[in-house]
């Protein structure tokens, strides 16, 4: 670091770039720990604006998700009817019967679809939240260890 400039200060001691030289060891690591975890929390910060961009262009294809989910429910609806009238026809029952049984059977279908995939739905983000916590907490923890290390 030839090129760094060492200034005498009447403050203390010789400084190169604004860091103290006579500071011994335990500044040096206490300063070298902080700033390490300034620089983890620094990746944090940008690994959420990392996200916010992906979901930005992620938003095209949610809407085309979105427009294919609304198109299969019309089409379901629709083969639901299809099926209905097939049965009414089969079972030689009326179109009114035929249709109320169907459409009970596809909501006792969907409730259970919907039950099962609200509980594994609200246990899958606890994980997450937990982890972000805990990480939370260590990074205080380590900024404070380095910054009082060598005091």
Do not use: C
């Not at 246990?123 to 009082?148: C, Q």
């Amino acid at each position: 670091m030839a090129h760094q400039e060492v200034v005498k200060d009447a403050r203390g001691p010789a400084q190169a770039n604004g860091r103290s030289t006579g500071g011994g060891l335990m500044e040096d690591v206490g300063t070298f720990g902080s700033d390490l975890a300034n620089l983890a929390s620094l990746q944090g910060q940008l690994a959420a604006a990392d996200a916010r961009e992906t979901l930005s262009r992620a938003i095209p294809a949610i809407v085309g998700l979105v427009v294919a989910v609304l198109l299969a429910i019309a089409g379901t609806g629709v083969l639901l009817a299809g099926l209905a009238l097939w049965i009414a026809q089969a079972a030689a029952m009326q179109p009114a019967q035929a249709l109320m049984l169907t459409g009970l059977g596809a909501l006792v279908v969907v409730a259970l679809i919907g039950a099962v995939s609200a509980r594994f739905l609200g246990s899958s983000f606890t994980t997450f939240r937990r982890s972000s916590e805990e990480f939370e907490r260590n990074l205080a923890w380590i900024k404070t260890t380095l910054t009082y290390s060598g005091r």
